[in-house]
């Protein structure tokens, strides 16, 4: 039997952005006009928050739903748009829907007033951000302000894939079609190393020596980093002299999801190295589907990786715990 499911990862689009004159927010929405073609009906479900992500969620048996901005960081006036558009409908849906909120990754000191704002008056439960403001990291002194409020609030950040920067295309072009290298920059491949570089180059800043109760976390079966995890643990002796060894802030510090990736062989890796409690189901809808995120919820149940009380902690106990939420129960 399915247990109740909590999905971390998963999106709308603010009316807010297609109202506005702003360029940096069209061209924000101009780089999902591929998916929108791909994808049947993307558009009109990223910016339903109301009976047709229900309905959507009921397809895939989500109980809870754990909602955020799609990729594509706004400046702080949008942000706060596109936050207290999401607030209104978790108000409306409480039972269904939460909140993490979009932040304005491009001004920290922006960032920590928009989330503390957000987290008090709206009970959001954290915030899921871009990987980079236009190329740039979060790992230096001028971000302390942003890591120093996530700590002290309490509440998780969701580190996003987003798309490369103006100076990082180069690296995906090639000798190949103008599809393969949005690709490669994207889903395809670019998205995961951005995420996977981000929170390494925090380990090495000594970020998370900083905030040391720092709750990070990380989607599509750990971005890459599960299947490096030795060989990153043997080299970053070499990175500093950093207060915990890597595994330690990795078992203690970062979560991972399942979001988008609809196989069992990762799972075998992960359950291997990376503690049960942190690891959290998601599916990345719209731009994945609720039912094939059941689906695979299924296999996992009769693969016998797992038993029933780990394929439990999976499904929303370890969501219940790191994010304070209460899946309802059919």
């Keep these: 039997m399915v247990p109740p499911l909590i999905t971390l990862e998963e999106h709308f689009f603010s009316t807010a952005l297609f109202d506005t004159n702003d360029k940096s927010m069209t061209d924000i929405t101009d780089r999902y006009v591929e998916q929108f073609k791909a994808i049947p009906g993307i558009k009109d479900q990223l910016q339903d928050l109301d009976q047709r992500r229900l309905s959507d969620m009921d397809k895939g048996k989500v109980s809870l739903q754990v909602i955020s901005h799609a990729p594509g960081a706004p400046s702080p006036v949008l942000c706060k748009a596109a936050n207290d558009q999401l607030a209104a409908a978790v108000a409306k849906n409480k039972q269904r829907f939460a909140g993490f909120a979009v932040l304005p990754v491009a001004e920290p000191e922006e960032c920590a007033k928009e989330l503390e704002r957000t987290v008090k008056q709206h009970g959001f439960v954290g915030a899921l951000i871009d990987c980079h403001a236009d190329g740039k990291y979060f790992d230096g002194d001028a971000y302390d302000v942003m890591w120093r409020t996530f700590e002290t609030l309490d509440v998780p950040c969701y580190i996003h894939p987003s798309w490369p920067s103006d ?92 979001s988008g990736v609809w196989s069992l062989n990762p799972m075998r890796t992960i359950l291997a190295n990376t503690k049960i409690d942190h690891i959290l189901y998601s599916v990345d809808y719209p731009f994945e589907q609720n039912e094939n995120g059941l689906k695979w919820i299924e296999e996992l149940e009769k693969s016998g990786l797992v038993t029933g009380e780990q394929l439990e902690r999976i499904a929303y106990k370890n969501a219940e715990e790191l994010l304070g939420v209460k899946a309802p129960r059919r």
């Design 167 to 258: 100076d990082m295309n180069p690296r995906y072009t090639g000798n190949f079609t103008a599809g393969a290298a949005k690709s490669l920059g994207a889903s395809g491949w670019g998205w995961h190393n951005e995420v996977a570089l981000h929170v390494l180059r925090l380990y090495a800043s000594g970020t998370f020596d900083k905030f040391p109760k720092l709750k990070i976390i990380i989607g599509h079966f750990g971005e890459m980093i599960p299947f490096m995890l030795e060989r990153i643990a043997k080299l970053s002796v070499r990175w500093g002299e950093q207060q915990r060894a890597w595994p330690q802030v990795w078992g203690e510090n970062i979560w991972i999801t399942t």
